[in-house]
């Protein structure tokens, strides 16, 4: 395959990542008016929190470097919070203990927002939710 393409798949992979990232932290907010949604949304946010406070590297870090190096590129080290999050929201180096308080901060946010989907859903009366 041409370099190009493998470039391309592994920007395509970024994208992909970081909307995976942006769902995991504010895809509550998405299951306010898509309730459904959280049967996907509950599952991801678990795995951020876990991975985060785990240290565990995304399966997409080791694809997108595979593609990186099929272009000719180089891969790099650590993981995509790491690569591309940290460098914009924080000057220095992630250190062990930012990671553990990101998958916090992603707990604690849902856990709010779910806590507020909960508790709004009780304080209907029965004939609201029947549809009457």
């Known amino acids: 395959m041409d370099a190009s393409l493998y470039r391309f798949l592994a920007d395509l992979t970024v994208l992909i990542h970081l909307g995976f990232v942006t769902f995991v932290v504010a895809g509550g907010l998405l299951v306010l008016r898509w309730r459904r949604l959280a049967w996907v949304h509950v599952p991801c946010a678990v795995w951020g929190a876990l991975s985060s406070l785990g240290g565990w590297i995304c399966p997409l870090t080791p694809l997108e470097n595979h593609w990186r190096r099929q272009a000719g590129l180089h891969g790099y080290e650590g993981g995509f919070v790491e690569h591309y999050l940290t460098p914009v929201l924080?000057?220095?180096?992630?250190?062990?203990?930012?990671?553990?308080?990101?998958?916090?901060?992603?707990?604690?946010?849902?856990?709010?927002?779910?806590?507020?989907?909960?508790?709004?859903?009780?304080?209907?009366?029965?004939?609201?939710?029947?549809g009457r």
């Open 90 to 130: 924080y000057p220095s180096e992630l250190t062990r203990e930012l990671e553990i308080g990101l998958g916090l901060v992603v707990i604690a946010l849902n856990v709010v927002i779910y806590g507020w989907i909960w508790r709004r859903g009780r304080q209907r009366p029965l004939c609201s939710l029947s």
